[in-house]
């Protein structure tokens, strides 16, 4: 896999969130996309956007900002068909979840181990990115 991308409301918002809070480094600056190609590419008309790719570890994040039109806002539940998430590898997760919390990161509840099952001993807690995007940070 190259990266994962996720729709924002505010590009520069959410490269602070990504860089400050989750420690995400920015790899090239907000870059414009528009033009017949981009439109029949992302099946969006009369599109023009900005774009961003951020890196954690060997995984890239990339950040779209649709300028027009302009998306609706996120409104998904973690149930919903095509809902998805980005889970982030930790080494320990009531410290993650302890240092992202004072970052101002407000969580769903605190980190959850399983208990039974293949993933037994794991934990995992979810959060939201500025936009309510859901979130995970995951100890194996």
């Known amino acids: 896999m190259h990266h994962i991308a996720i729709n924002v409301s505010d590009m520069n918002k959410s490269i602070r969130f990504y860089q400050e809070v989750l420690g995400f480094k920015l790899l090239f600056p907000p870059q414009e996309g528009s033009g017949a190609e981009l439109e029949k590419a992302v ?5 023009k956007l900005k774009y961003a790719m951020l890196q954690t570890g060997n995984a890239y994040v990339e ?27 930790v080494p320990d997760v009531d410290k993650a979840y302890a240092e992202l919390k004072e970052k101002g990161v407000k969580f769903n509840s605190p980190p959850v181990k399983i208990s039974s099952g293949h993933l037994k001993d794991c934990a995992f807690a979810y959060f939201t990115d500025p936009d309510g995007v859901t979130l995970e940070i995951f100890q194996e």
């Open 63 to 89: 950040l779209i900002q649709y300028l027009s039109p302009i998306g609706k806002p996120y409104d998904r539940m973690n149930c919903d068909t095509g809902n998805m998430h980005l889970a982030f590898r």
């Open 43 to 47: 099946k969006v008309p009369d599109v």
